[in-house]
Each structure stands twice: as C-alpha cells, then as structure tokens.
C-alpha cells in the first residue's frame, strides 16, 4: 500500500462537468440506469423491500443519480464533499422539478451536517480512501448518520472474491486503454475546454492525472488534479472496518440482471443494529491492520 496520499481537486473536476452539461444532460438517466439498473435500482429496490423511507446519497456528485431516484418515488437527499457539486445539484433539481434537498459534507463530517438521520445511505467512492484511518473515519461518520436498523450500500470487493480481485481488476482496467487520451473537447460561447487524461500504474493504484486545458478570450490556462482508484481494499478489509466501525452486519446482495450491463450485480450492505442502538466504535485490533 502506497504511503503517499493524493488529494483529489473535486470542485475542478466537478465545475467543468458543469460546463459540459449539455453533453450529458439530455441522456444521464440513462447512463446512470445503463441496461440494468446499476447501483442506483439496487438501493431504491433494498429501501422498498425494508420500507426505508429517509435516503441519503452521500456521494451525489451533480446531483443526477439523486434526481433519478427521486423520479423513480424514492425520499431522497443528496450530499457530497464538494461544495461546487452541490449548488450545481440543486441546480439540477430545479431544472427538472425533482424535490431533492442537498447538503454539503465529508462522511466523517454528517453526524453534524446533516438535517436528520436516514434509513438507508448510498455510496459509490469508499473504496477511493487512501488509508484504513481515512476509511475508518468515513465509516463511523456514515454509521452515525444512520437510524438503528439502517443500512449502507457501497461499492467495493464482494464476499467470495479472491484477495487478488481489486489487483486483477487494476491489472485489467491498465490494459482496457491507452495511458494518454483526450477525453472530450467543448465549445460553450467564447470559452473551450479539453480533458486529456494521463494515467499511470503502480502495484496496487492507477492514477488518472486530469489536464485541463482552457481558453477564453485568446488567454489559455492549465488546470490539473489526480484522481487515484487503489486495489487496496478486499473483503477482509471490508469485514474489518465495518466492524471496529460499529456496523452488526455485513452482507453481499446479488441483484440479477441489474448491471449497467445487463449481467449481475453484487455490491456490499452493511447494517446498523436495531435492536442494540447505542453500539459505539470499537477500538481497533491493531493500529494499521493490512498494511503490507
């Protein structure tokens, strides 16, 4: 496991997706649907089938998949780290007449952000933490934020998947394409813009390095973060860290056919104790458990 951490610039990555909106804002539904549901039909069909009425998508990003939940009748309110995401959210919200509220937070940080607690929360970034410190923190906040009985959906490996999994997928999505490409290019008015991603490999992370590129009125600028996706993160770590984080179960759900394309789903839910809902943290076993 790498030592060193990067910090991902989200307000820049989120501000330019803005800028490119009419690219996407006709078909995000669809693309957040896929062919078969995705993460998104995953969550609404769990909180129907536990009557899970106060939703929380704690990584809401623009707001899309929040507006499409809340279309397909789900109470949801949307959150997420970057301040910039979240006005443009409800931008989003007004302009198609969906009734979500967003708020701004860390997930360490919602147990003093957030409007109330919530039945059931999604999540599709957890395993972008770059420690077991920064994802223990994340975990107790989001614990927290749930109501006793209440669930977490997230993204992440799956009980059953080898410890090589997340190496192997990393190994895979380097061969996938090229380490250098052109993203999108976007005229909007008197202002362009270009995405070039550069990527780069180590053992267990890649690194997509964001350029981007701009022009306005005859004056270019250069702008530029890294967003890192590691394979540190297998079930035992999963098993682990929602443990000493106060959680009373974890699970792997199978949703056939849900898929963004159309094969299988498995994604992992995690559940706060209704029956003891006082359960605190607890100490961990070991300071830096998995470290090697």
Same mark, same amino acid.
């Given at each position: 496991?790498?030592?060193?951490?990067?910090?991902?610039?989200?307000?820049?990555?989120?501000?330019?997706?803005?800028?490119?909106?009419?690219?996407?804002?006709?078909?995000?539904?669809?693309?957040?649907?896929?062919?078969?549901?995705?993460?998104?039909?995953?969550?609404?069909?769990?909180?129907?089938?536990?009557?899970?009425?106060?939703?929380?998508d704690?990584?809401?990003?623009?707001?899309?998949?929040?507006?499409?939940?809340?279309?397909?009748?789900?109470?949801?309110?949307?959150?997420?780290?970057?301040?910039?995401?979240?006005?443009?959210?409800?931008?989003?919200?007004?302009?198609e007449?969906?009734?979500?509220?967003?708020?701004?937070?860390?997930?360490?940080?919602?147990?003093?952000?957030?409007?109330?607690?919530?039945?059931?929360?999604?999540?599709?970034?957890?395993?972008?933490?770059?420690?077991?410190?920064?994802?223990?923190?994340?975990?107790v906040?989001?614990?927290?934020?749930?109501?006793?009985?209440?669930?977490?959906?997230?993204?992440?490996?799956?009980?059953?998947?080898?410890?090589?999994?997340?190496?192997?997928?990393v190994?895979?999505?380097?061969?996938?394409?090229?380490?250098?490409?052109?993203?999108?290019?976007?005229?909007?008015?008197?202002?362009?813009?270009?995405?070039?991603?550069?990527?780069?490999?180590? /053992?267990?992370?890649?690194?997509?390095?964001?350029?981007? !590129?701009?022009?306005?009125? =005859?004056? @270019?600028? $250069? *702008?530029?973060?890294?967003?890192r996706?590691? /394979?540190?993160?297998?079930?035992?770590?999963?098993?682990? !860290?929602?443990?000493v984080? =106060?959680? @009373?179960? $974890? *699970?792997?759900?199978?949703?056939?056919?849900?898929?963004?394309?159309?094969?299988?789903?498995?994604?992992? !839910?995690?559940?706060?104790?209704?029956?003891?809902?006082?359960?605190?943290?607890?100490?961990?076993?070991?300071?830096?458990p998995?470290?090697?």
């Amino acid at each position: 496991m790498s030592s060193q951490f990067t910090t991902t610039d989200w307000d820049l990555i989120h501000r330019w997706e803005w800028f490119r909106r009419e690219r996407w804002r006709s078909g995000f539904r669809t693309a957040i649907h896929g062919q078969g549901g995705g993460p998104a039909r995953a969550f609404a069909d769990l909180a129907r089938m536990v009557d899970a009425r106060a939703l929380l998508d704690a990584s809401c990003g623009l707001g899309r998949r929040a507006v499409y939940l809340a279309e397909k009748g789900m109470n949801v309110v949307g959150s997420d780290i970057s301040g910039v995401a979240v006005n443009y959210a409800r931008e989003l919200a007004r302009d198609e007449n969906a009734s979500v509220a967003f708020f701004r937070s860390a997930w360490n940080e919602l147990p003093k952000n957030m409007p109330h607690h919530f039945d059931g929360i999604l999540v599709t970034g957890l395993n972008l933490e770059p420690s077991w410190d920064h994802l223990g923190v994340a975990l107790v906040g989001l614990y927290h934020a749930l109501n006793p009985g209440g669930f977490l959906m997230f993204v992440g490996a799956t009980e059953g998947e080898p410890e090589s999994g997340p190496r192997d997928r990393v190994e895979k999505d380097w061969s996938s394409g090229p380490p250098e490409k052109v993203e999108w290019f976007v005229r909007e008015g008197k202002v362009t813009c270009t995405l070039v991603k550069l990527r780069t490999k180590a /053992a267990d992370y890649i690194d997509d390095r964001m350029l981007y !590129v701009s022009e306005e009125n =005859g004056e @270019a600028r $250069l *702008e530029s973060t890294t967003l890192r996706r590691p /394979a540190y993160w297998t079930w035992r770590h999963w098993k682990d !860290v929602t443990r000493v984080a =106060g959680f @009373a179960h $974890l *699970e792997t759900r199978a949703y056939p056919g849900f898929g963004l394309d159309g094969g299988d789903l498995l994604i992992n !839910v995690a559940w706060r104790d209704k029956k003891n809902p006082d359960a605190e943290p607890l100490e961990p076993d070991r300071e830096a458990p998995y470290e090697d």
